[in-house]
């Protein structure tokens, strides 16, 4: 059967027994090296619908150059007088060979549509996917402006150079307020106690910027509240010997008195005993009201200067080695202070024995007017 096959194809070829020798035409030669360069290459690009066409019409007019190669070497084959084994090998080789280039060239065919459908479905994927990107982006930028904004609007801090004037204007170096004349800037005062209440405390505010704010709010209310009832002998007087547990002190949407401002924020969030140095309950043995304001820059620094110039004032306490007689403030307060005689010595100028007699003064609640 195989030799009828051969013998079929063979006589299809033509081929001259005499030339013992055959030499591949110039043509065989062009038709090897297009051949080659074609099959080797590597996966062509994705192609559309009509280039795709134009290829597969290539690849017939390839397998049909390499069918006339095979007559051409065919022709000496049908001359023979007898076919030998190795035409008969070399025969078969090649049909062998030009049916696997004919799949060869389907697979190629068959792998770049797949490529091209695969691809247009990464790709439209791909755009899903950045679009909904895009707006998740779109959405953040919104919401960090909107965030911003409140953050803005909610977060603004008070300005204290407007206490700042009023009680370097108004109270001496030693203290000493001049309510009758600050009476006359009341509105003044109003305006930074409105400031205070519509920018409060909030979380992220430093602890300095915390604390200045409470001390501040403490000792502008305070005067507010001496003002309103200008002229008074003494705090005391107003609401009935009982004006620090009167709520009344608006801020940030609460209501506060100032033992609350004292003892429930100021004493136990910060636990700064110097800070009785700093808040002023208007009374004469009340530590000197600051003439100016404090702020998150000055705040250690002042409260330095406070606490020293009290703990050496003679006005409020006498210091010696073996006793001292000191503000009541330190009776009231003197869980703050743990060891009394260890605290007045980092400032008093006289080093006090440690066990030191301590006695305490009589508190002078007169107005601490001019």
Avoid at 55 to 65: A, F, G, L, T, W
Avoid at 76 to 103: G, P, R, T
Avoid at 339 to 358: P, T
Wanted: net charge negative; charged share 30%.
């Amino acid at each position: 059967m195989i030799s009828t096959f051969l013998l079929i194809l063979a006589m299809t070829f033509s081929c001259a027994e005499k030339n013992k020798a055959v030499e591949v035409s110039a043509d065989e030669s062009a038709v090897n090296l297009e051949l080659g360069e074609s099959f080797e290459a590597e996966t062509p690009p994705i192609l559309s619908k009509d280039e795709n066409l134009e290829e597969k019409e290539d690849s017939k007019k390839q397998v049909n150059r390499v069918s006339k190669r095979f007559l051409k070497k065919g022709e000496v084959i049908e001359n023979k007088e007898e076919v030998s084994e190795a035409d008969k090998e070399w025969l078969m080789q090649k049909q062998l060979e030009s049916i696997a280039e004919e799949v060869k060239m389907a697979k190629r065919l068959e792998k770049r549509d797949l490529v091209k459908n695969v691809s247009g479905e990464e790709n439209n994927q791909e755009l899903a996917v950045e679009e909904q990107m895009v707006k998740k982006i779109e959405a953040v930028d919104n919401l960090n402006r909107l965030e911003k904004r409140e953050l803005v609007k909610t977060v603004a801090k008070p300005d204290h150079s407007a206490f700042n004037s009023l009680l370097s204007a108004h109270v001496t170096t030693k203290g000493i307020v001049d309510y009758a004349a600050l009476k006359k800037y009341i509105s003044k005062l109003d305006d930074y106690l409105s400031d205070l209440d519509k920018n409060s405390v909030q979380s992220d505010w430093s602890r300095n910027e915390k604390l200045a704010y409470w001390i501040n709010a403490y000792n502008a209310f305070t005067i507010k509240l001496i003002l309103d009832n200008y002229p008074v002998n003494s705090i005391q007087d107003i609401s009935g010997g009982k004006p620090w547990d009167k709520t009344w002190i608006k801020l940030g949407g609460k209501t506060y008195s100032l033992n609350q401002i004292e003892n429930d924020i100021i004493r136990p969030e910060f636990k700064e005993p110097r800070i009785h140095f700093a808040v002023n309950c208007a009374a004469q043995s009340c530590p000197p009201l600051a003439n100016k304001a404090f702020t998150a820059d000055n705040l250690n620094d002042l409260l330095e200067k406070q606490t020293k110039s009290f703990i050496n004032n003679s006005k409020y306490n006498t210091i010696a080695s073996k006793s001292v007689t000191i503000s009541k403030i330190f009776d009231w307060y003197g869980v703050d202070f743990g060891d009394k005689i260890a605290f007045l010595n980092k400032y008093a100028e006289v080093e006090i024995n440690s066990n030191a007699k301590i006695d305490y003064t009589e508190y002078n609640w007169s107005l601490n007017n001019k």
